[in-house]
């Protein structure tokens, strides 16, 4: 079993920053790929970006390039998102996940461990 925890969310300003940080625990963690994902209300849960197991490779949505960045430190068994110029439509749940096959998965059903969210919300 792999338990993921999720923190630093809050309110925010746009144009603001915040990071997330996702701390993993249980089996080989450090082997895999990680994940953030979002879901607002009334919407499914969408892919943020994804990190390979060395935090060699990275991939993000389009609608977080360039703003948004994934970094994981293996010691710590932690990931991170770090979230700059946030806007209004960032406002989400925020999930950590814990991928099952190699590379850059990114969609919910490469992910077999979820951590239980954490909320950013952005006032305009």
């Known amino acids: 079993q792999v338990q993921l925890v999720e923190s630093g969310g809050g309110l925010v300003q746009a144009g603001g920053s915040l990071r997330l940080s996702c701390a993993a625990s249980?089996?080989?963690?450090?082997?895999?790929?990680k994940g953030w994902f979002r879901q607002a209300p009334g919407k499914e849960r969408e892919f943020v970006a994804a990190?390979?197991?060395?935090?060699?490779?990275?991939y993000y949505a389009d609608s977080v390039k360039g703003r948004f960045t994934i970094s994981r430190d293996n010691a710590k068994n932690t990931v991170y998102l770090q979230m700059n110029s946030l806007k209004p439509e960032d406002t989400a749940v925020y999930y950590c996940?814990?991928?099952?096959?190699?590379?850059?998965?990114?969609?919910?059903?490469?992910?077999?461990?979820w951590g239980q969210g954490t909320q950013v919300t952005v006032s305009s």
């Open positions: 996940a814990q991928g099952w096959r190699l590379g850059l998965p990114t969609t919910v059903s490469e992910y077999d461990y």
């Open positions: 990190i390979n197991w060395s935090g060699g490779s990275t």
């Open positions: 249980g089996r080989t963690s450090s082997n895999y790929a």
